[in-house]
């Protein structure tokens, strides 16, 4: 198993870690985790995880680098492992919203190869929407992070281009939706439920929904149409939501989200 050292971990490094030791891709001895504060990594190094506050070294151990610090951090990590990272012997992969592979070899060099990958926090339970896009990786190492990815869900190969729009769709998505099925719940306290069952209620028909869709390859306005009758409740509903912009709010708050995105990184920072 190769080594893999995740500089930087915070909620998107430490779900990474967990959801790849979780589907037996690696073990937890073969993954270094990084933060400047290692005392915060005590329960990972009881689960026999290696962690360093020295991102050098970790980086020099390992064969393949995941970036995962916060965009106006990357320029300092990056000036500290240059000269610990082979293009001969590692991969760098980049998780950081905003920061192209260009960007990442300017720093590293331009012999490294990089792969930019967008996994949102359900890598932690193997249902992340992950996307890739890389513009000088081997077809080989594209196929070994869309494996990587792979067994802790679903993964899409995007153009570059788009990889901060599937910042704004994917990862920033977790909380939108999140934030969907809290309203429910409070929908549901409001008409007579108690907040724990309300929750539930909410949380498992929001699964519901969208395992229909997965399942049944369809269309969601098509389950849409099988639960709306004329005159009905549903109908009634659906659109006293869309007459306070329901659909219009997610719309444009997925694209302020991508254009954030797009803006959290700049060389100077």
């Excluded at 909380?175 to 498992?204: C, N, P, T, W, Y």
């Amino acid at each position: 198993m190769k080594k893999i050292a995740i500089i930087g971990s915070g909620n998107i490094g430490l779900s990474l870690a967990k959801g790849l030791v979780k589907a037996n891709y690696t073990t937890a001895k073969n993954i270094t985790l990084t933060r400047r504060n290692t005392a915060n990594l005590y329960k990972f190094a009881q689960e026999k995880y290696k962690v360093s506050a020295n991102n050098r070294e970790a980086a020099a151990d390992a064969d393949v680098v995941i970036l995962a610090v916060l965009p106006q951090q990357l320029n300092v990590v990056l000036d500290e492992i240059q000269s610990a990272i082979d293009p001969a012997k590692h991969l760098v992969i980049s998780v950081i919203s905003g920061v192209s592979c260009a960007a990442v070899r300017e720093k590293l060099g331009n012999d490294i190869e990089v792969i930019r990958a967008m996994p949102n926090t359900a890598i932690a339970i193997g249902q992340s929407m992950t996307c890739i896009a890389s513009d000088n990786a081997s077809v080989q190492n594209i196929e070994d992070v869309t494996r990587m990815f792979g067994t802790v869900g679903s993964v899409v190969k995007i153009n570059e281009d788009l990889m901060t729009s599937a910042t704004a769709l994917c990862a920033c998505g977790i909380a939108f939706f999140l934030r969907g099925i809290r309203a429910a719940s409070q929908g549901g306290v409001e008409i007579g439920f108690h907040a724990d069952e309300a929750l539930k209620m909410a949380v498992q028909t929001a699964k519901g929904a969208a395992d229909l869709l997965l399942l049944h390859g369809t269309h969601p306005e098509s389950e849409i149409d099988k639960v709306t009758s004329p005159k009905g409740c549903t109908i009634a509903g659906l659109n006293e939501m869309e007459h306070n912009g329901y659909s219009s709010s997610l719309i444009k708050g997925i694209k302020l989200s991508a254009l954030k995105a797009g803006n959290l990184y700049t060389k100077e920072s």
